[in-house]
């Protein structure tokens, strides 16, 4: 299985590493891309260069999108959008951190009800999705969460993994 973390600018550092950290406990092979190969700094700082870039990517099962400062705008380039279009039908699930559902919402992949963080609850104000206060839910092949340990929980119980990753992570059971 592959997992692809899709890295924006000021994307939730946090985030990124945590996916990362799932998928090397899954067994998975995981790893960054963006639009380019130049280096991203994230919400907290600390820079990362993307190990692919979108037209350079191997194929992926997986998408996480970290939440990030640039989401909805993001979600209307035309580069970025093209580039979810060129990918979707290949992906078994795509998962959505703290306000990576305001990037869906904008490439039209969500509508209805979702979930996210509470630092998206302004934004979300704005578009015509419901809030949903579960940790994460489900459209389709699409799972919003409120991002952080709830986004690595998603991964895990989408995956069917065992305790011990949960617990190694903090998750409990």
């Not at 099962?61 to 380039?77: E, F, N, T």
């Amino acid at each position: 299985m592959r997992i692809g973390v899709l890295l924006t600018p000021g994307f939730l550092e946090a985030e990124a590493a945590l996916v990362l950290e799932v998928a090397r406990l899954l067994g998975w092979e995981g790893f960054t891309l963006a639009r380019g190969r130049t280096a991203l700094e994230g919400s907290a700082g600390a820079v990362w260069t993307p190990r692919y870039t979108f037209a350079a990517r191997p194929e992926m099962d997986v998408l996480v999108i970290p939440g990030g400062s640039q989401m909805s705008k993001l979600g209307r380039d035309a580069e970025h959008q093209d580039w979810l279009s060129e990918v979707w039908d290949g992906l078994r699930a795509v998962f959505a951190g703290a306000n990576g559902v305001l990037f869906l919402w904008e490439a039209g992949q969500v509508s209805g009800q979702v979930t996210a963080h509470p630092i998206a609850e302004e934004a979300l104000a704005r578009t015509a999705l419901e809030r949903s206060r579960e940790p994460y839910r489900w459209q389709g092949k699409v799972c919003t969460t409120r991002g952080y340990l709830a986004l690595a929980g998603a991964l895990l119980d989408w995956a069917g993994f065992a305790e011990e990753a949960r617990a190694h992570l903090g998750l409990g059971s």
